[in-house]
């Protein structure tokens, strides 16, 4: 069985097309679009255990998602505002980040969450330098990975050091970006915020994270 024949058939009905502003309602549910999409770009199973998750869980704790800490020690963190896994924007600073510290390929991994038992669950596996337009080229499987306001996901590389939990179901929702020490410099010179930004994200985030945000914030600018 095609591990996506789910993918297919659940999310072609148009009830699941009044959020998006990718693909018009007249125009979503083009099978062959999506099929081919996810023939190209799905991450099977078997690859996924042997690659993918080792390296996922050299990132990401096994929690159950916001408030909980999601990453293993030894990762520095971004916050960011959320409310989809990626638009053009957002996406567009993760690859340049991606392609200066080397990477060939990014995993999509959709979080299980309270509502999604017995949905389809994405994973999915994409080269660093693919385009947006290409990104967007699934019709309605595009527009449900990418745009859906309630999923929650992990993206992260071949290289194990960096990572993006979206947290899309918060309260607020929130991207948070991870990444080792030395690749400090290149995250925040691609994820640049104002101050007024910095401190209105940080009154969303949950307790864990205010600590280590603030610790990490004492250790750089001591008295």
Request: charge should be negative; charged fraction near 25%; aromatic fraction near 16%.
């Amino acid at each position: 069985m095609i591990e996506y024949i789910k993918h297919i058939e659940e999310y072609s009905n148009h009830k699941h097309s009044s959020f998006s502003k990718l693909v018009p309602s007249d125009q979503w549910g083009n099978r062959q679009l999506a099929e081919a999409f996810l023939r190209k770009y799905w991450l099977v199973e078997q690859d996924y255990k042997k690659k993918w998750k080792p390296v996922q869980d050299m990132i990401f704790r096994r929690s159950k998602g916001l408030p909980d800490m999601v990453y293993c020690p030894g990762f520095e963190m971004i916050p960011l505002r959320g409310g989809c896994l990626f638009a053009e924007e957002d996406f567009l600073q993760l690859q340049h980040a991606m392609q200066e510290i080397g990477e060939n390929h990014f995993a999509i991994i959709q979080c299980s969450q309270e509502f999604t038992e017995g949905e389809p669950m994405f994973r999915m596996k994409f080269p660093v330098n693919i385009t947006w337009n290409e990104l967007m080229s699934g019709n309605y499987i595009s527009a449900v990975l990418f745009e859906m306001n309630y999923n929650d996901y992990f993206v992260y590389g071949e290289s194990g050091t960096w990572g993006k939990y979206s947290a899309n179901d918060y309260e607020y929702p929130l991207d948070i970006i991870g990444f080792k020490p030395e690749l400090a410099p290149v995250f925040k010179e691609h994820f640049r915020q104002a101050k007024e930004e910095q401190e209105e994200i940080r009154e969303w985030l949950p307790l864990k994270y205010k600590e280590i945000w603030s610790n990490e914030a004492n250790a750089k600018n001591p008295r």
